[in-house]
């Protein structure tokens, strides 16, 4: 059973396809199941059914064969069991709720010929609760016979079902008690789910990545500051990146392509793949899944807005893939459109000063990470050997630094429009907040202070302007910045 229900209501995937660790918890469910031997596999969905069927394909990669069910009601999912695995033999079915996994050992608990064999767990932490016929919590996997599915009442709910299955078992059925499951019912129940696979209470599952350490997991391409602090037990996913300063665990787990930034502050959380925590971000009892924030100590949800805070890192980069690929292609056209008048003012200057006609200087590709030693450079060209692009305006500005920088552009080190590209010295001498936004945003020949803020801007207006671009930034503000340029510098906010 995976017709799932998301957690919170608004998320866009069901709770098995949560990850726990390294990978979606149906597909731990899955590989603990084949581990034991079973090669049939029958899922009956509903909520997000195309987003499980393209993670597990038809099964070949296990050795096994998939076939998937499509339930009306997914509080209501059981009458389709009456049309599944049996072919038309007695054999025995074994029903798996794939937002719960058991450690159960299939091979040494058989199933009855006649009734149910349902696992159960005993819940010492609430003992009254959730009882089955008067036995403890159900997990909700259960051998069933041929009778006991053609017997199931007409359209019962999970309650419904767990009663039937409980008298049933009573009568010529079995129960079997088993230690607790690993569950992603809720959010709480999925941090507790890390913690006990971290901390090696659960065993059995297949992880990727080594122990580089006791207690402390690592996968390939990972980038771990020197400064960084892991206290175990910690997982870190493939190709993560992990800032200065930054402090993770114990009981953390982070999924593959994140970004965590320079003295955040990550414990007892699970960081979903592909998010970005922010500097100076301090998290606990959380579940992160890109800007959605899941507190457990409060039971709430709550979507951040701003990016700097909590993002999606795969948005980031399609945007900035795009948005780079547009400014390459604009760029080569221009180029091909003004080669002569490049020339020309290459032999005018030649002719009318000494030394060289063209110039470069050494700056920063951006966005960086805050790591010094991680910064890549490039030569930025220019027809002018003393100021960066955009500082004046008009035809000077436009032959002298503009058309040079196409190359750079076209080059994919450069945009057209940004912040100004600055060399790793200046880079070194700028405040730390105004650093940390610099780092982060994209560079580019156009800015926006020098569409607003004259030739001489100040260091305020420099810093308040390059603020406002990196909130800003999108395919509208760089046009709109790019005919306040070629217009002359008309205000257009």
Known sequence: MATGHPIPPDEPYPAPMFPLVDRPFIQHVVEFLVDQGVTEFDFILHHAPEKIEHLLGDGGR???????????????????LRGVGFNGEREPLLLVHADRLPHVQLAQIPPAPEGPVLFCWRDRRNPSNGRVGGWPRWTGWAWLSTPCVAGLPGDPDEDGLGAYLASAARRKGAFVEVSEPL?????????TAHRRVLTRAFTGLLLTGREAEEGIWMSRNVSLHPTARLIPPVYIGENCRIGAGAQLGPNTAVGRDCVLDARCSVAHSAIFPGSYVGEDLELADVVVDRNRLINVRVGTAVSVADEFILGDVADSHLREWLSGALSRVIAVALLALTWPVLLATALCLKLMRNGPALHRRGVVRLPAPPDEAAWREFYLWSFSPDAAPGENGGVRDLLLRFLPALVNVAKGELHLVGVPPRTRGEIRGLPHDWQAL????????????????????????????????????????????LIGYVGGKRDIR
């Open 183 to 191: 569950s992603a019912q809720s959010p709480e129940a999925l941090l």
């Open 62 to 80: 296990w050795g096994s064969r998939f076939r998937f069910h499509l339930a009306r009601d997914p509080a209501r999912p059981y009458r389709l």
């Open 438 to 481: 610099y780092l982060r945003a994209k560079s580019g020949i156009v800015t926006e202070a020098s569409v607003h803020c004259g030739d001489a801007p100040t260091p305020d207006e420099l810093y308040s302007a390059e603020a406002f671009y990196s909130v800003t930034a999108g395919v509208r503000r760089d046009l709109k910045l």
